[in-house]
């Protein structure tokens, strides 16, 4: 049985405000991943994008940690609606806490279902969520359905990665999507703790091309080499223990994590009849941006 609303739900209430600081703060590592795998180098250049956008969607808000970002960046004048389909209320809360409500909504909605009553938006964010979803190719083209003329749709979902990684993932997944939170948080307690030892050990490694394991040639931290090929053991120092352990959560738990390739996310795109006019490819996830025609 599908687990994922609910994991997300549980995920939300017990971390209200999880890496939402973060998320605002110039220059955190979370802030500079959200704009470079969209193609800016820095907030200015966000702002300048977002400045004639009047209308924009924040399509699987969360706790509202992007809606609040866009809020901040984009103009006065645009409208911001958040939606999402457990956690619109926190998201709510949490942009009043922030004092960056003003001019945004915040709705439960499926993007399964007919979204036609929301409007035409002419900037459309959704990201991170879009693998989460039983039927993410519908869900997309739902969201096409009110982006008006010119307007642009900017995607995340996880990408392929490397064999022994997605065999670990599988396996771990496995064994936690059937525990209750409790149970989750202390399984994914000790692999936060193997990432945050590895972190901290401070060991370079040069390692070779090797095919058949899908790595790459080059330079990489102890725990980034684990973590892009192996398995994932996510760890920042910004964010508390509890937070970190929320992260890997978040991976393990749900059992819909669909991963996918750039080609697979480029005919979405095609089918929708949308002109790309971005894409990034980075070890975690496929991030696109398209325009209506």
């Known amino acids: 049985m599908d687990n994922t609303a609910e994991t997300f739900r549980i995920k939300w209430e017990q971390n209200r405000r999880l890496a939402f600081e973060e998320t605002l703060r110039e220059g955190s590592d979370i802030f500079s991943w959200i704009l470079g795998r969209n193609g800016f180098g820095s907030a200015e250049e966000m702002r300048a994008y977002l400045r004639d956008k009047r209308r924009i969607l924040d399509a699987g808000c969360g706790n509202g940690r992007v809606t609040a970002l866009l809020r901040r960046h984009a103009s006065k004048e645009t409208e911001i609606v958040a939606i999402d389909l457990v956690s619109a209320d926190i998201a709510c809360e949490n942009l009043k806490a922030y ?65 022994a990684r997605e065999f670990v993932d599988d396996y771990v997944r496995g064994k936690i999507s059937d525990l209750d939170y409790p149970e989750a948080i202390r399984a994914c307690d000790q692999i936060t703790e193997l990432g945050k030892v590895l972190s901290e050990h401070g060991m370079t490694l040069k390692v070779p091309r090797v095919d058949v394991l899908g790595i790459e040639e080059g330079e990489y931290d102890l725990q980034r080499f684990i973590y892009h090929f192996f398995m994932k053991c996510f760890w920042n120092p910004d964010l508390t223990f509890q937070e970190n352990s929320a992260v890997n959560y978040d991976w393990y738990h749900p059992l819909i994590a669909s991963r996918h390739t750039l080609e ?7 089918k929708a009849h949308l002109d790309i006019v971005h894409e990034r490819v980075d070890f975690y996830g496929i991030t696109v941006r398209g325009r209506s025609t």
């Not at 002419?122 to 010119?150: K, T």
């Open 99 to 163: 004092h960056l409500s003003e001019g945004v909504r915040c709705l439960s909605k499926d993007l399964l279902s007919d979204l036609s009553d929301l409007g035409q938006f002419d900037f459309i964010y959704c990201q991170e969520v879009l693998h989460h979803v039983p039927d993410p190719e519908q869900a997309f083209r739902n969201l096409c359905r009110i982006l008006s003329a010119g307007g642009e749709i900017a995607i995340y979902v996880y990408k392929q990665k490397a064999p």
């Open 264 to 270: 697979e996310v480029r005919q979405w795109f095609v």
